[in-house]
């Protein structure tokens, strides 16, 4: 614990952040580096964290954040893994809970080729998280980093959990098992993947953030990204994926450059749909026969069209088409051409620890989704 001195030079900073005044990159991860090493009380964590999202985070403080997780409680991947890796998530705390469409597609991005290397949490503000989607499909997610490095050799896919301490030894899970509230670790911690990818897909919970979260992905190393807020037309809410209920609004950006537009449903060759279509159910075992159905292309065309227009966003900036609607065309694809519901397959079989238990819930789970 720290000593009065130290806490007390804690305190100042966060008064600093009441007041609405901002923290160098160095002051940030100098904070968060006791929050981690859990040098500070409770108390002044949980006030630091509030008072920092409160203010609003720039993109200094965000990358400071970053650092420290990355450096003070990560696990690194091995160098030997494929090349070109990609990262798709959500930040969390989007007012739209969804059915977890960032995970179905990765898979069907992973079914075209790309190799896909995920880090996410369990539910914290969100229905069902999506290591609580994966595991209820039979995705191993409390393994060892190693297995995921051989998921991701053998079948182009993998998942950290962004909770457990094989991957974040020392702090991140005791923090998020205890809030229950977004802060500026919805984009920090998640964005500290052992494997730091350098092309990426992010949503986020607010406009706000897009600009910002994509200078802060550029600046710690991303090659070649999209971060997205999606809107629903009828209720003015937003969602961290793309929208297939109103328009996204979308920020690339690349070594050379950027560019930020609003994309529409029509624009991918889709149409609007209402929200309701795709919410999320919130029970992850009624959430998991609804994954497998959509990836299996059967039932659920909302929720299928909806996961064609976030994969054809990953197939797009990886460089796969030259449009995201070509990208939604290749997705559905592997759908229909039962690639998708087969990635799946092969990667519960290729992240596992368990002896095969993970594929055994899968088939169970595929017999069950058919039946229905």
């Known amino acids: 614990m720290a000593d009065t001195a130290k806490i007390k030079d804690f305190g100042t900073k966060i008064q600093k952040l009441i007041k609405g005044e901002n923290l160098s990159r160095d002051e940030t991860y100098g904070m968060f580096r006791e929050v981690l090493l859990n040098e500070q009380p409770d108390l002044q964590q949980g006030a630091f964290l509030a008072a920092l999202v409160a203010k609003g985070e720039t993109v200094d403080e965000i990358a400071g954040a970053w650092a420290a997780i990355d450096e003070i409680d990560t696990i690194h991947s091995a160098p030997d893994l494929p090349d070109s890796l990609f990262e798709n998530s959500g930040t969390g705390m989007d007012a739209l809970k969804t059915f977890n469409v960032s995970s179905a597609a990765a898979i069907v991005a992973a079914a075209c080729g790309i190799n896909m290397v995920r880090h996410g949490a369990r539910a914290i ?10 595991e209820a499909v039979g995705i191993d997610v409390e393994c060892d980093v190693s297995i995921v490095e051989n998921s991701l050799r053998q079948a182009g896919i993998g998942l950290f959990n962004g909770m457990s301490p094989k991957v974040h030894p020392g702090a991140l899970g005791r923090i998020l098992s205890q809030i229950r509230f977004g802060s500026t670790l919805n984009i920090a911690a998640s964005l500290a993947n052992p494997c730091r990818p350098t092309y990426g897909l992010r949503g986020v919970y607010t406009e706000k953030l897009v600009r910002k979260a994509a200078l802060v992905m550029q ?5 070649k990204g999209m971060v997205v807020y999606g809107k629903d037309a009828k209720s003015g809410y937003g969602m961290d994926e793309l929208s297939l209920s109103g328009g996204t609004v979308v920020h690339e950006f690349t070594r050379n450059g950027c560019n930020e537009y609003t994309l529409l449903p029509e624009d991918a060759g889709l149409k609007q749909t209402p929200f309701e279509e795709m919410a999320a159910i919130g029970d992850p075992a009624t959430e998991a026969v609804r994954f497998i159905q959509v990836l299996s292309g059967k039932k659920h065309k ?9 994969a054809g966003a990953i197939l797009y900036t990886a460089g796969k088409c030259d449009s995201i609607r070509k990208g939604v065309e290749m997705g559905r694809a592997s759908i229909e051409s039962n690639h998708a519901i087969e990635k799946l ?13 993970g594929l055994q819930r899968f088939e169970s789970l595929l017999e069950k989704a058919a039946a229905l």
């Open 302 to 310: 909302a929720c299928i069209d909806f996961t064609c227009l976030n």
């Open 125 to 134: 503000t969100s229905l069902c998280g999506t290591v609580d989607i994966l």
């Open 219 to 223: 600046s710690i190393g991303y090659e």
């Open 345 to 357: 397959r092969q990667w519960t079989a290729c992240q596992d620890s368990s002896g095969g238990k």
